[in-house]
Each structure stands twice: as structure tokens, then as C-alpha cells.
């Protein structure tokens, strides 16, 4: 049986770091924090204040964290990073990626200088954390292309659609396929039009702005989302793409077959239900560029 006497070698033994915090931000004490790996002798925070330590938009955060606590009794589990500029008195250069923790905070039953306090222990998840990234990522991306995805198209266009129905913010949609695609796969093998799918998945990651999405639909679609852009500003750009893919697909065109691109764009109307309209309406205008004779932009 563990005694008394016995309980803060126990404590300061843990591998993570074990803070006791007042309501107000003190460091009333720090337990643990062995694992070296991750963490510094912390026995010097004792008698300080967050805010002393921390930029005051993250103080707060982590003060508004201990109320929560505080307030519902309940065991709190957040998620947070710290980077260099959280800290007071570091210089700006530093690591490039933040630490990410996870925090586990629980009000206990007793005051210290008639003050409540919580135990916040502090995991360090820098490394599950860009696992977990970096799984979100391949989940939402298109191996091929290395453009997003369908799954990631359904989720940002349904955000940009209720920006739009919100606050009108104009946003344009284009869905694009390449023309003669198959007879370059029959004559030439899948790999020359798997290059030729990167190749307009580049030219258009090479055009778009930061804001853009470009996701790859199925096969050889695509479709492009312009948050902020009326659907002349998309016309416009449309006429962008076409000279762009002329030049970077003639590398493909052999003899009679030409690789080109047929266009449909549209944008958020204030009929459309939701982003599905959107989205069959600009399929619509695609398929009539297709039966048109191909090689053309179509608008609706």
C-alpha cells in the first residue's frame, strides 16, 4: 500500500507533466513532466502566472479553459497547439511546426488561497497529430492528381453554398473533362492519359488562387470552385484555362486525335436549393459543350 509520504515521488514520477492551476492562472503546482523526450523541469513555473508565461490571446484561452472546468465539474479534454510565438520572450524564429497537446482538466474539491483549481495534465500529441493530419489528407485526396477529392468537393461546396445563401457571397462553379481522352488511352496505354490527367490537374493548380478548389469528380472531371467570383469573372477564366490546356496538351495530340477540354460553368443562384443543384446544372452545361462539338466553354 502506498502511503501518504510515498505519493509525491509517485506524482512526480508521471512521464506527462500534471500543473495545478488556480481560477485566475497561477501555477500552484507541477508534478511530473519525466519523459524528457517532450518536456522541461517545470518546478520553476510554481508562484508564477500564465499569463506570465503565455501571449494573452492564448493566456485567455487557457483561463477560459480552467473556468470551463471550474464551472461543470466535469472532466474537460481539449486539443491545443503552442508554437514559439505563444510564448513571452522567445525570438520569432524557432521550430517551424507548433507542439500540439492534449489537456485533460478536472476541478478538485479544495481551495488554495481561497482560490478553486483545476489539474490540468498536459499530453504531448505533436506526433499523433501529424499522423492525423496526414491521414486527413490522403483521405481527401486524389492519388492520381494530387488535387483534392470527391468526398472533399461535397464538403467545401456545401460550405461555400451556405456562405452564399447567408451573406450572397458569389461563388462560381466549372466542371471540366478532356475531349478524345480514349483514344489516346487506346493507342498510346492508360499511363500517356494518366500524364495527360496530371498534366491539367497541374495547370490548373498552377492558375488557381489560394482560395480555389480544384477536385477531381471521376475519371477524367474535374470541377473547380471560385469563392468570391461572379460568373463573368468565371467566363473569363474559363477562356484562361482553355489557352493554358491548348498549350499543355499538345504534347498528346497525335495525327487527327486532339486532346482538348470541354467547359461548363455556372454559379450559385438564389433558386438553388442546396449545392446539388449547383453542381447538376454545371453537368448539364458540360454535357451540351461535349454534344456541341467539344472544345468550347458553355455557360448556364
Known sequence: ???????????????????????????????????????????????????????????????????????????????YELSNKDVKGLPDEGPQEPLWFEGRIQALDFLVDDEEVVLWVASN????????????????TDQLTSVYNRRRLDHE?????????????????????????????????????DEAIRTIASICQFLLRKTDLICRYGGDEFIIVLPGTDLEQAVQFSDRLVENFKQGLQRFCVDDTLVTASIGVTAFKPTDKNSKDTLQRVDSALYAAKKNGKNQVVIV
Not at 500529441?125 to 483521405?139: A, F, G, Y
Not at 452564399?164 to 499511363?191: A, C, E, W, Y
Open 1 to 79: 500500500m502506498i502511503t501518504l509520504e510515498q505519493m509525491p515521488a509517485v506524482l512526480n514520477a508521471l512521464p506527462d507533466p500534471a500543473f495545478v492551476f488556480s481560477k485566475s492562472g497561477k501555477y500552484v503546482a507541477v508534478f511530473g513532466g519525466r519523459d524528457n523526450r517532450y518536456y522541461h523541469d517545470g518546478s520553476g513555473l510554481v508562484g508564477l502566472y500564465i499569463a506570465d508565461l503565455i501571449e494573452a490571446e492564448k493566456a485567455n484561452w487557457f483561463i477560459g479553459k480552467i473556468e470551463e472546468a471550474l464551472q461543470s465539474k466535469k472532466l474537460l479534454i481539449e486539443e
Open 157 to 193: 461546396l456545401s460550405l461555400h453554398f451556405e456562405a452564399f445563401s447567408r451573406h450572397l457571397i458569389p461563388t462560381s462553379v466549372l466542371m471540366f473533362d478532356l475531349d478524345n481522352l480514349k483514344q489516346i488511352n487506346d493507342r498510346f496505354g492508360h499511363h500517356v492519359g
Open 125 to 140: 500529441i505533436s506526433e499523433r497529430h501529424k499522423l492525423e493530419v496526414k491521414l486527413r489528407e490522403l483521405s481527401d
